[in-house]
């Protein structure tokens, strides 16, 4: 997979992911492998940031609507910030079968959420107050896993907005504060150790910044149809499997 082909899948991503409130981290940094970046010091790092792009551009259209919980997003967003740097020295500990093993594990955490969410699982119906401390343990779960394997984590952060009571389009736009602050944490931790190739790098930021536009204002419009969802789920299940055969063929 060449640079401009990781792009396409990229910028598809992007929008796919931005209807549904997630980053993209979570097929970026398979994306990224996949094409030639080594995953520890490349692939992650740069799903990082992407991820983080994404979200981040996402967010303004998103806080222009009004959908966006700063006072309840916050708490989320800095116990994320704090966390994702202590996955990434995690991460720099692990041999790269170990990274491999539990990004497929977390990306078939994603599949089951995603698959639960589709089948119709609860709803938010407004906006709740309080729980700090459920919060603040969410944000640093977030982190950690963000900053461990090059992720946004939303799939962990929706469930939890939509378990505190949170509408969906709220739970989305609230995702987008969390994980835009994790990501760019999760990044800073790992720049000393950062080995990109930067013209696939500015290709990819490019069709994120073309993708979050995109999904963004599909999402404000009401627009997730069925099909984005299931084939999300699929679409899920599948990298895990192979990423999951991946590892196993290295501890091999």
Not at 69 to 92: F, T
Request: proline share 5%.
């Amino acid at each position: 997979m060449n640079a401009a082909i990781a792009a396409l899948a990229i910028l598809v991503v992007s929008s796919v992911f931005v209807v549904l409130g997630l980053g993209g981290g979570i097929l970026f940094v398979p994306i990224l492998h996949w094409a030639g970046f080594d995953l520890k010091t490349a692939a992650i790092p740069l799903g990082l940031l992407l991820n983080g792009l994404n979200t981040a551009l996402a967010l303004g259209p998103y806080a222009r609507e009004g959908l966006v919980d700063w006072k309840g997003g916050w708490p989320m967003a800095i116990a994320a910030a704090v966390a994702a740097p202590l996955g990434a020295v995690v991460q720099k500990a692990l041999p790269a079968e170990a990274v491999l093993a539990l990004f497929a594990a977390a990306v078939a955490a994603a599949a089951l959420r995603a698959a639960r969410s589709a089948r119709g699982g609860r709803k938010g119906t407004a906006r709740p107050e309080g729980r700090m401390a459920y919060r603040i343990c969410v944000g640093a779960a977030v982190g950690f896993v963000g900053g461990l394997l090059g992720i946004g984590a939303g799939f962990l952060v929706i469930p939890a907005l939509l378990a505190m009571g949170y509408a969906p389009r709220e739970t989305a736009a609230t995702t987008a504060l969390v994980v835009t602050v994790c990501s760019f944490a999760g990044v800073v931790a790992y720049l000393p150790h950062m080995e990109l190739p930067w013209l696939p790098a500015v290709l990819a930021a490019a069709a994120v910044v073309a993708g979050s536009q995109l999904g963004s204002r599909l999402m404000i419009r009401g627009a997730k149809p069925a099909w984005i969802a299931w084939g999300y789920v699929a679409i899920l299940a599948a990298i895990a499997v192979k990423l999951a055969g991946e590892a196993i063929a290295a501890f091999g």
